[in-house]
């Protein structure tokens, strides 16, 4: 076994994993054994790929073994009943015989089922449906791993019991699930998009910043245009849109503000604003609007030269108004220190420090160094700049950190 043909084998079983479990969830109707039979296929391909090569339908062979160990599981069950038994024959389909459809958008909308708790459904669909692990999807909440595994937990029980349906639901109940699908879309965005350049994956496939763009504009379609679709996928396209620019060329890392507006993809942008001006037609505007919206008003840097901070001020008033997230908070501080003043954006962020989450948050440190640092306070921005680079998992923001820490001395 090659080192080489291991890798092919974990590469595409990564990249159809969560095609391959959204397919068995919906076609039986548990994530949980979902999930254990999906798992056992993965052990089999990853003991016989790289000595077999990798099959010319991995997908395919992935759900047809996984679904074996379902229906052997069913039937194990269902012996005394003859309606399990006969689902059972019914799902016994040979692996060539079925096109392998993609059914990640109806589980995306099962999971944000209003019988669900609020909290878990973004959660639940970032760890189902796009495979993230509970550390990875704790850190995007701000909470412990161990709080936020016994949540998912809970979830998939409650799924299985009640036996939630995984089908799209109607247009009318759209209000009630997709504002949860919109966040687990963004999320997984931006966990690709600040992933360090050598964690990103090579193929498109596997790429969760090409995935969800992908998905967001399925959901624009599925939900018939609705705005807040609208404006996620125009949010999207914004922050997109500045990705090599985020690089100089000896790969040191460049912040919004002193990047080059020329490596801006323009197209991208051009779309963006044709998705937001489609939103703004239509009802008073929601989170993903207003978002988009703040990076709008970066993104006309490209052709006026200069950043409007009090229009985006005045657009994080209103986000703040509708989410008042620890997020949302850090950076509306930053907006106001560019209008008001570093010492009342540390006054805006006050209410934070006490809050335990911000230990390991490592945006509130670096946002806190910043304002400190303008502020003039050396001693303190110096510790906060400590921290922040302490916290950080990309090489090249690190030694941007450190750079903006050294200078404090000079």
């Not at 703040?320 to 850090?330: D, F, G, K, N, S």
Request: aromatic share 6%; with cysteine.
């Amino acid at each position: 076994m090659t080192a080489e043909a291991h890798r092919a084998a974990t590469r595409a079983v990564r990249e159809h994993y969560s095609r391959v479990l959204a397919s068995l969830a919906a076609q039986f109707r548990d994530v949980a054994a979902a999930e254990d039979a999906l798992s056992e296929s993965l052990v089999a391909a990853l003991a016989t790929w790289p000595e077999t090569g990798v099959p010319d339908e991995p997908a395919a062979w992935l759900l047809a073994v996984a679904r074996r160990r379902m229906i052997d599981q069913l039937r194990k069950r269902s012996r005394h009943d003859t309606a399990l038994s006969q689902l059972a024959r019914e799902w016994d389909i040979p692996p060539d015989t079925e096109k392998m459809e993609d059914k990640r958008l109806q589980l995306l909308f099962a999971c944000a089922h209003p019988a669900l708790e609020e909290k878990v459904r973004a959660p639940l669909m970032l760890q189902v449906v796009f495979g993230l692990d509970a550390q990875a999807i704790a850190a995007l909440f701000l909470m412990s791993p161990a709080a936020m595994s016994q949540r998912l937990v809970r979830a998939k029980q409650k799924i299985r019991d009640a036996g939630i349906p995984f089908g799209i639901p109607e247009p009318e109940d759209y209000p009630a699930r997709l504002d949860d699908v919109l966040a687990a879309i963004y999320a997984l965005f931006t966990t690709g998009y600040n992933a360090p350049p050598s964690a990103v994956p090579h193929s498109q496939d596997d790429d969760p910043s090409s995935e969800s763009i992908w998905l967001a504009q399925l959901v624009v379609t599925a939900s018939q245009h609705h705005p807040e679709a609208l404006g996620l996928l125009a949010l999207i396209l914004y922050v997109e849109s500045r990705r090599d620019a985020r690089r100089d060329e000896q790969g040191r890392y460049v912040p919004l503000s002193e990047q080059e507006t020329s490596a801006w993809d323009i197209e991208a942008i051009a779309k963006a604003d044709s998705l937001l001006t489609e939103a703004a037609g239509k009802v008073m505007p929601g989170r993903f609007q207003i978002e988009a919206a703040i990076q709008s008003v970066h993104a006309a840097r490209a052709q006026s030269g200069r950043t409007d901070w009090a229009s985006i001020l005045t657009f994080y008033d209103a986000l703040a108004e509708l989410t008042p997230t620890p997020v949302v908070l850090i950076n509306r501080a930053l907006a106001v220190s560019h209008v008001h003043g570093a010492d009342a954006a540390l006054a805006e962020i006050a209410c934070l420090e006490s809050e335990k989450r911000m230990a390991e948050y490592q945006p509130y440190w670096a946002a806190r160094a910043h304002l400190l640092a303008k502020a003039g306070q050396q001693g303190n921005a110096e510790r906060a700049y400590a921290r922040a680079i302490a916290l950080e998992s990309d090489a090249a923001v690190r030694a941007f950190l450190e750079t903006e820490r050294q200078r404090l001395a000079n």
